[in-house]
């Protein structure tokens, strides 16, 4: 007997009743001698390796499905099955098979089964037709319906049904029928034709889809639909689809076949969405096959419009030509919208072609004309699709924007274009806002920047979005957040955001007890919440380039006005700020913090906030709690010897006990250091002290320049109505070393002009300009210098007026002995309401 090879793919059924796939080879059939007898042979094609040896057994039942599979089990929970390429390769083999048994070829099956290897045998997905269906008769309808029903328990059965119902094209006598008892109004034969649709849909069969889909019977398959017994009057779905849902072509549609396919998307997915129940647990599985039909038709409507060039073209041409109506313009960005959503179900790699085509076509610019447009639709639909490209490549958006600024004024940029919209969204809740947020901070992300050889993603984007786009996020902030400054800050807001467009914008007093602007607008509160968000996202993985911006504008400052707002969720944003920048233990910001006696806004919120036992309280405690677990010993000195004794009648948690101990602890160590020291040496360990302070200062803040690598970042334009901190600190330091260079010897008046010392009037005008007057300032009930009614920053600088020695900033702490502890307790106290 000669060898027959076929090509075939061989199947085992796992224990999950699966196929599983077991490679592909040649099939072959001949005598193996340790087997005694006829085999079936298969041989990898790849490598020539035995895929399958199975002796021909006289007793056991091999099927024969569908021309080309052969199914059969060799023991009890084993099951085998070849699929073949060729009809003529079954065949031979079904032939061979047959003689070894001694049956007729002709025969589908060889033995006659017991129901168990029925079962595994049936369970192959294509299996012969052995159900009989009733005539296609209007007496036969309800026979029919409960023969549709009963089957779709058995997924056995099912597959019979279905064999059935493709191979008779029963489904186009049904809807002939469905016609027939519509014009006779016979509500019972509708009703079961309801049941009839409905069941053979959850037969799940691709096959019966195309049928039933085409444009020959869609209409009366939604028909058939539209008469659920469960009703009282059926649904109107096809005059919906026919009358109300119109097709739009932005650009004439030339190719019929895209046409019918796009028509054919739409009415299965109404189908889907809008008529079918939604499966149970039980049927959930049942119209998986639609979901798979909707996909795939999908894929091929995106694939077919990406390769006709022309037509995109003639879109995009229309989108960002300035002839172009609104309504129009509206329907060309929907298009857009719908093919960027239908676009999600490509493969990655076809998607990544998608989105290079549409970026080469030029999606960016246009993007950015419609996104500044009046209409809301507009600029949602837009909004849609920017979200679509930047989750795409957030490396593709920002290369557009540093190329477009080169060319471009700071207030057309498409990312200050994208922050105009979220500062200017209208929705009560923000729904935009909140989106657009999500899109600035993946684009601002360091984590998905590229760094090469020659350049860095991460400095140059940087760079470019804290020099032309960071006034602009923080516009509202700065406008909402200062009294002396809010009228300009107004103006300035108002310059980048003309009225044309609600803006978002309110200044009005938020409490009696503070001079501080505060927003009390429950959108306002929203809107800079989220710029807070932004802020402390950029504080946690910005380090260079945040604090720069924070050093000039004194951000800080202004943000902790926020505490005053009556939306406690803003208060806790500004404190969330707050925490990210002590939470860095970077001494450069703690020394900022504590030469604008910046803990006093938190203080107070924290004392007006009483005995409530709210998430405020936790919050601000937890902020303490940090600070004394990590010791961080220049804020611990500092809340201690200014705002213990308000704070100190705070018993419920040890926090700030636990600083004071602190505090002592530190104070201890360095009087022992002093102490070791020879009295002969210790005048020049003050000066030795002072100007190493100097130099780490100094060597510090250049090392930090180039800390990760960072290119460094030119400081930030100062708006004319904002005063530099960075500047007043290094007038005062100039201001510290003449003072030293002139009295080296006399350490009190070198302390009271040099900077260890630092009154709380003097920092809050170097760090807010002309607020000092205004500000709420401990140091106006503890220095003399602040009620001598001169110039808080002539009091700060001048070296004729010592000031308190127990009232020390602790930056670097200088050891006291007990006249000085005496002296301390003589010297004046905070009150427990600070700034009242």
């Given at each position: 007997m000669s060898d027959t090879r076929r090509r075939v793919k061989v199947y085992t059924l796992n224990e999950d009743r699966q196929w599983d796939d077991r490679g592909t080879g040649h099939v072959s059939s001949s005598?193996?001698?340790?087997?005694?007898?006829?085999?079936?042979?298969?041989?990898?094609e790849s490598d020539g390796s035995l895929l399958l040896e199975s002796k021909i057994n006289p007793n056991t039942a091999y099927q024969k499905q569908q021309d080309t599979l052969i199914v059969w089990s060799e023991a009890e929970n084993y099951d085998l099955a070849l699929s073949f390429q060729e009809k003529a390769g079954c065949d031979e083999i079904w032939e061979k098979i047959c003689q070894v048994q001694g049956k007729d070829p002709s025969v589908e099956v060889t033995q006659d089964l017991i129901e168990s290897e029925e079962e595994h045998i049936e369970e192959m997905p294509e299996?012969?037709?052995?159900?009989?269906?009733?005539?296609?008769?209007?007496?036969?309808?309800?026979?029919?319906?409960d023969l549709v029903t009963s089957v779709l328990s058995s997924p056995i059965r099912r597959e019979k049904l279905a064999l059935a119902l493709e191979n008779e094209g029963y489904i186009k006598k049904l809807l002939q029928l469905f016609q027939v008892c519509e014009n006779l109004d016979n509500t019972e034969g509708l009703h079961h034709l309801y049941e009839i649709i409905r069941g053979i849909l959850f037969l799940n069969k691709a096959t019966l889809f195309e049928v039933m889909f085409s444009d020959e019977c869609i209409m009366d398959v939604v028909g058939c639909l539209e008469y659920d017994p469960s009703l009282a009057q059926p649904k109107r779905h096809r005059e919906f689809?026919?009358?109300t849902a119109k097709f739009k072509e932005v650009i004439p549609i030339t190719d019929s076949e895209l046409r019918q396919k796009i028509h054919q998307t739409y009415r299965v997915q109404y189908i889907q969405d809008i008529i079918l129940p939604t499966p149970s647990v039980f049927e959930e599985n049942f119209l998986s096959t639609l979901t798979s039909f909707i996909f795939f038709n999908k894929v091929e409507i995106v694939s077919m419009l990406q390769e006709d060039e022309k037509f995109l073209s003639e879109v995009f041409a229309q989108l960002t030509d300035e002839?172009?109506?609104?309504d129009k313009r509206c329907e060309l960005v929907n298009f857009f919208k719908e093919f960027c959503a239908f676009s999600q179900t490509l493969q990655p790699q076809n998607r990544d072609a998608f989105f290079k085509t549409l970026a080469k076509l030029g999606i960016l610019p246009a993007l950015e004309i419609v996104m500044g447009m009046d209409d809301l639709q507009v600029r949602s639909a837009a909004t849609d699709i920017f979200s679509y490209l930047v989750e795409f490549s957030p490396s593709m958006v920002r290369e557009f924007v540093m190329q477009e600024a080169q060319q471009s004024d700071d207030d057309i940029l498409l990312i200050n274009v994208v922050i105009e919209q979220m500062i200017c969204d209208t929705d009560p809740e923000l729904g935009g806002a909140v989106q657009l947020m999500g899109l600035l901070r993946t684009l601002i992300d360091p984590e998905n920047m590229l760094a090469t050889a020659n350049k860095t993603e991460k400095s140059?984007?940087?760079?470019?979005?804290?020099?032309?786009?960071?006034?602009?996020?923080t516009?509202?902030?700065?406008?909402?957040?200062?009294?002396?400054?809010?009228?300009?800050?107004?103006?300035?807001?108002?310059?980048?955001?003309p009225p044309s467009r609600p803006v978002v914008l309110d200044a009005v007093v938020g409490s009696t007890k503070s001079n501080a602007i505060c927003p009390d607008n429950y959108q306002t509160a929203q809107l800079l919440a989220l710029i807070l968000e932004l802020l402390t996202f950029c504080v946690e993985h910005h380090t260079y380039h945040i604090k720069n911006y924070i050093m000039n504008k004194d951000l800080l400052r202004r943000v902790l006005v926020l505490m005053n707002s009556k939306h406690t969720f803003l208060a806790l944003c500004a404190l969330r700020f707050m925490r990210r920048i002590i939470g860095l233990k970077d001494e450069f910001y703690n020394r900022y913090i504590t030469k604008g006696?910046?803990?006093?806004?938190?203080?107070?919120?924290?004392?007006?906030?009483?005995?409530?036992?709210?998430?405020?309280?936790?919050?601000?405690?937890?902020?303490?709690?940090?600070?004394?677990?990590?010791?961080i010993k220049s804020l611990i000195a500092h809340i201690v010897e200014n705002f213990y004794n308000a704070l100190e009648s705070i018993e419920y948690v040890q926090t700030f006990k636990g600083l004071k101990t602190k505090y002592e602890q530190e104070k201890d160590r360095q009087s022992q250091k002093l102490n070791s020291v020879p009295s002969i040496l210790r005048s020049n360990r003050f000066r030795r002290d002072a100007r190493a302070?100097?130099?780490?200062?100094?060597?510090?803040?250049?090392?930090?320049?180039?800390?990760?690598?960072?290119?460094?970042?030119?400081?930030?334009?100062?708006?004319?109505q904002e005063d530099d901190f960075p500047d007043s600190y290094e007038k005062f330091m100039e201001t510290k070393k003449a003072k030293e260079s002139e009295d080296k010897e006399n350490l009190p008046k070198r302390t009271s002009a040099g900077g260890f010392k630092f009154t709380f009037s003097h920092s809050a005008s170097a760090a807010n300009g002309a607020n000092g007057a205004n500000s709420k300032s401990v140091a106006a009930q503890t220095s003399p210098a602040s009620s001598n009614g001169s110039s808080s920053k002539n009091t700060a600088l001048s070296p004729a007026v010592p000031a308190p020695k127990g009232s020390l900033v602790g930056l670097v702490d200088y050891p006291d002995d007990e006249d000085d502890d005496e002296e301390e307790e003589t010297s004046p106290r905070k009150r427990p309401r600070l700034g009242s």
């Open positions: 005598y193996v001698e340790r087997l005694k007898g006829m085999s079936l042979l298969v041989r990898a299996t012969s037709p052995l159900i009989d269906l009733p005539t296609c008769e209007l007496n036969k309808l309800e026979e029919i319906a689809l026919t009358k002839a172009t109506d609104d140059e984007f940087l760079n470019f979005f804290y020099n032309h786009c960071m006034h602009v996020l516009a509202p902030l700065l406008a909402n957040t200062s009294e002396d400054k809010c009228e300009k800050g107004t103006e300035y807001f108002q310059l980048l955001f006696n910046l803990f006093e806004p938190v203080i107070n919120a924290l004392l007006d906030n009483g005995t409530r036992y709210n998430l405020l309280n936790s919050a601000v405690i937890e902020l303490f709690e940090f600070i004394r677990v990590e010791d302070l100097e130099e780490d200062e100094e060597m510090w803040f250049n090392e930090d320049e180039e800390e990760e690598g960072e290119a460094v970042v030119p400081p930030v334009e100062k708006s004319k």
